[in-house]
């Protein structure tokens, strides 16, 4: 059993993203759609990063591969990371009215209810079907320029780090789910479907919580859907040119590392390295686009 990953996965600590300091509400362009899309999905990040951990641990006494075996390791080292920062920026949420507490209370709720009734391949399917998800997300975000031009350059560079890890680990949890629970295509497509649907309506549903913690009435929430989803689904739009991306994960055969070439990868690493400043990496990733 070999595991060929493209990248090295390098667990990193102690980032400092100068996350205490003055960052305006929308600190996206100003602009409380494409800002709250970010947040709502950074609500959901400690409580799934914590459930994809506990769903590779599950399988790990049973790898006899010792590189999978570090792979894992570093994978678990490099969630709980993201989990920590994320769980540090979302408190800035909470300050903000925003019920972070209740938003992680649920996702606690539906994780564990899925655990209780799933059978163990089912739920690692689950995590390798949102990795791949933050794998298009690490691809799609910095694709463009324009998406993230105008954003605060500490959240950006939060993200950035967060999309090179994501690169980094995109294939572990596939290679524990094929390699070593076996699962067949069947799950692996179900719990796809699951993910495809859940995780859009979750984040949907945060981001017009926020919306009304914000003070938005119902006819300017209204406004702000109708423009946003427009920008989200329009052709040319964020949704569409990774469409291809998405579906190749139906196609039988498929492995992480067959798709998706991040080539600014090695930019963010070799600023990173060189300044171990993670907002002057990910104005370098930016700079670059994936
Ligand atoms: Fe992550
Ligand atoms: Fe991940």
């Not at 100068?18 to 602009?31: A, Q």
């Not at 599950?58 to 390791?73: A, F, G, T, W």
Request: include cysteine.
């Amino acid at each position: 059993m070999s595991v060929d990953a493209k990248y090295p996965i390098v667990p990193r600590q102690g980032l400092d993203f100068g996350l205490e300091g003055d960052i305006p509400k929308y600190w996206l362009g100003g602009d409380p759609f494409k800002t709250r899309l970010f947040d709502a999905m950074s609500t959901l990040f400690p409580e799934g990063e914590k459930f994809f951990i506990t769903c590779v641990r599950d399988y790990r006494e049973r790898v006899s591969d010792p590189e999978l075996q570090q792979q894992i390791k570093d994978f678990i080292r490099q969630e709980g990371q993201h989990s920590m920062v994320h769980g540090q920026f979302n408190a800035r949420l909470q300050a903000q009215g925003v019920r972070v507490d209740r938003i992680e209370a649920r996702m606690r709720q539906i994780l564990g209810f899925l655990r209780r009734i799933l059978p163990r391949s089912f739920t690692l399917a689950q995590t390798a079907a949102a990795e791949h998800m933050t794998a298009i997300m690490a691809h799609s975000f910095f694709h463009r320029r324009e998406l993230l031009e105008h954003a605060d350059p500490r959240i950006r560079a939060m993200y950035a780090w967060h999309a090179v890890e994501e690169i980094e680990h995109k294939a572990v949890a596939f290679d524990v789910l094929t390699k070593v629970a076996k699962a067949g295509y069947f799950p692996r497509i179900v719990m796809m479907l699951y993910v495809s649907l859940m995780f859009p309506l979750h984040t949907m549903l945060i981001m017009n919580h926020m919306f009304q913690v914000d003070g938005f009435s119902w006819r300017h929430r209204a406004g702000l859907w109708l423009r946003g989803l427009w920008w989200l689904y329009r052709p040319g739009g964020l949704y569409l040119p990774v469409l291809p991306h998405y579906l190749v994960y139906f196609i039988p055969g498929y492995h992480p590392w067959k798709a998706g070439h991040m080539k600014s990868y090695e930019r963010w690493t070799e600023v990173y390295t060189r300044t171990r400043d993670p907002i002057a990496a990910g104005d370098a990733l930016h700079a670059m686009g994936v």
